[in-house]
């Protein structure tokens, strides 16, 4: 069936560091791919998403490309800040219900 | 918008209770999730609707576990008997057609001792 591997965290950084987590979907066909991400004590919330192969999601200075050849989603931000703590999932979806990743924590220090 | 609604925001109750939880997904939104999150086994789907019929519940754990939507604007995840391995936070998520952006509540933090 359908998956999704994330890299495992948990990832602590330094503030302006450059983040990156990884983020690979198995699938039949090309699925939307999306990324969540949970706050302490909240639900999950949509940060950015692409819908088609080469397309560029990007929100609050996150960006990831829809690599078509490895259905790659590979989440990066340039410079953190404490306040990007959080739990960051990956997920994807064809005509099924999304399927998430395990789920990566962030936590970044001042 | 208010978003999707879920009530309670926590629940404690002891092994062998029934527990309802409660959900208002986005007005017209036609789609709705109940997921469970925990520690060992992240987030699992445990069943969806689609204009108020359930399209797939072959998460849900086991009997003891039952969800219905009588309305679009309204939807309950019930445990009966609850145990202590249900513990777990529980999120309700609508979406409209499917599998674009859904939109999750809060949450509800149940433990059962």
């Known amino acids: 069936g359908n998956s999704v591997t994330q890299m495992e965290g948990p990832v602590t950084l330094s503030e302006e560091a450059f983040l990156t987590i990884n983020c690979t979907y198995t699938a039949t066909g090309y699925p939307s791919l999306f990324w969540y991400v949970q706050y302490p004590g909240e639900g999950l919330q949509l940060l950015l998403k692409a819908t088609k192969a080469d397309d560029k999601g990007s929100n609050k200075g996150f960006e990831a490309t829809y690599r078509k050849e490895t259905t790659s989603f590979h989440l990066e931000k340039g410079s953190v800040q404490v306040s990007d703590s959080a739990v960051y999932f990956c997920?994807?979806?064809?005509?099924?219900?999304?399927?998430f990743g395990k789920g990566t924590r962030l936590s970044v220090i001042a | 918008d208010a978003g999707v609604i879920q009530s309670p925001r926590h629940e404690v109750t002891e092994m062998g209770q029934e527990v309802t939880l409660r959900c208002k997904p986005i007005s017209g939104h036609d789609y709705l999730f109940w997921y469970r999150q925990t520690m060992m086994r992240g987030l699992e789907l445990l069943i969806y609707f689609n204009n108020n019929v359930p399209i797939d519940d072959s998460g849900m754990p086991e009997d003891r576990f039952s969800a219905k939507m009588p309305n679009a604007s309204f939807s309950t995840l019930k445990i009966q008997p609850s145990e202590p391995r249900d513990s777990a936070v529980y999120f309700c998520?609508?979406?409209?057609?499917?599998?674009?952006?859904?939109?999750f509540g809060s949450g509800t933090r149940l433990t059962v001792v």
């Open positions: 998520a609508s979406s409209l057609k499917g599998a674009r952006g859904y939109t």
């Open positions: 997920a994807g979806a064809g005509n099924t219900p999304l399927v």
